[in-house]
């Protein structure tokens, strides 16, 4: 075991491959791209909306469909039952995000210039530990929206978890929410990070004497 443990420590300590270098640096480019593209989109239907309701939730920003009158008007709708006003001042994510997809592009580009395994594998967790946490703020978001219901609302529903994943039958209203090129870009740079990283690992774990 402690053979194996100082095997572990030697291959960490190893300059990254120059491929992998090049690879991780370019991999910055699509979660650059992340910020162009809504990361999320929800949209309701219902028989007097036979366009639709849309929402696209960027990294930084809220963007509604017909030209952003579709919040205003999901934000009508959602008063009549007491759920709280979708406004970006009430998504503090938003504020986050940013800074987090910056600090992970310059922790990648760190990586790619100076770093060794180690750095790839610390890169790694902390893109799994902002992955996980960002997804689950958003599941506590979408459950305190539909749970936090104002006792005097004009129409009493019980409260109710929106879709996360998929489409969802609300009263008359069909929800679909579901990920976007935004998040598609994130996949990209998570699993070529994960890919490089385990591959860079494996021929190094093959050099390596025990």
Request: aromatic letters at 12%; hydrophobic letters at 50%.
């Amino acid at each position: 075991m402690t053979a194996i443990l100082q095997k572990w420590t030697r291959v960490l300590d190893r300059p990254i491959r120059n491929g992998v270098r090049l690879g991780i640096a370019l991999l910055v480019l699509p979660l650059a791209a992340s910020f162009l593209f809504p990361l999320w989109t929800i949209r309701m239907e219902a028989p007097q909306y036979p366009q639709g309701l849309s929402m696209d939730i960027y990294a930084y920003r809220l963007s509604g469909g017909h030209d952003g009158r579709d919040i205003a008007e999901i934000n009508n709708l959602n008063h009549y039952i007491g759920m709280m006003k979708i406004e970006r001042s009430s998504i503090p994510e938003l504020g986050w995000i940013p800074f987090a997809f910056g600090f992970l592009a310059l922790l990648s580009l760190r990586a790619a210039a100076l770093g060794t395994l180690r750095d790839l594998v610390d890169l790694c967790v902390l893109l799994a530990y902002v992955t996980v946490f960002f997804f689950g703020r958003f599941v506590l978001m979408l459950y305190n929206f539909g749970h936090r219901l104002a006792p005097e609302a004009a129409i009493k529903v019980e409260p109710f978890m929106p879709v996360v994943i998929g489409t969802k039958q609300i009263a008359n209203f069909t929800t679909h929410s579901l990920p976007n090129f935004g998040t598609l870009f994130l996949v990209v740079f998570a699993a070529g990070v994960a890919l490089a990283t385990a591959r860079n690992i494996g021929l190094e774990w093959k050099r390596t004497d025990a």
